[in-house]
């Protein structure tokens, strides 16, 4: 049974950094795409950013570019948000998601249960 977990989440003021984490279970989370997106009150979910199976390709949305990275541990199936630089605009409940031989920015089959992330200014 696939399960994404997510935690790592919480509140900050403005400027602060949060790593978010998603341990993964039930696939062979080398070979898959991750993920991570976000949805805020009111709006939809959008992209924040992914990589690859391989880690050799990363993708970001343009509001997170340069603040974000996103990392992967293959060895214990988990895959790292590292948030810098939070605006008030990123509180949001971040989503980790996964597919397998998909594009970076596609759709995605399985999904994690979210954690909330509040930045306060």
């Known amino acids: 049974q696939v399960q994404l977990v997510e935690s790592g989440g919480g509140s900050v003021q403005a400027g602060g950094s949060l790593r978010l984490s998603c341990a993964a279970s039930g696939f062979m989370f080398s070979i898959y795409t991750m993920g991570w997106f976000r949805q805020a009150p009111g709006k939809e979910r959008e992209f924040v950013a992914a990589?690859?199976?391989?880690?050799?390709?990363?993708d970001f949305a343009d509001s997170v570019k340069g603040r974000f990275t996103i990392s992967r541990d293959d060895a214990k199936s988990t895959v790292y948000l590292q948030m810098n630089s939070l605006k008030p605009e990123d509180t949001a409940v971040y989503y980790c998601?996964?597919?397998?031989?998909?594009?970076?920015?596609?759709?995605?089959?399985?999904w994690g249960q979210g954690t909330q992330v509040t930045v306060s200014s």
């Open positions: 990589t690859s199976r391989s880690g050799s390709n990363t």
């Open positions: 998601a996964a597919v397998l031989f998909g594009t970076l920015r596609g759709h995605y089959d399985h």
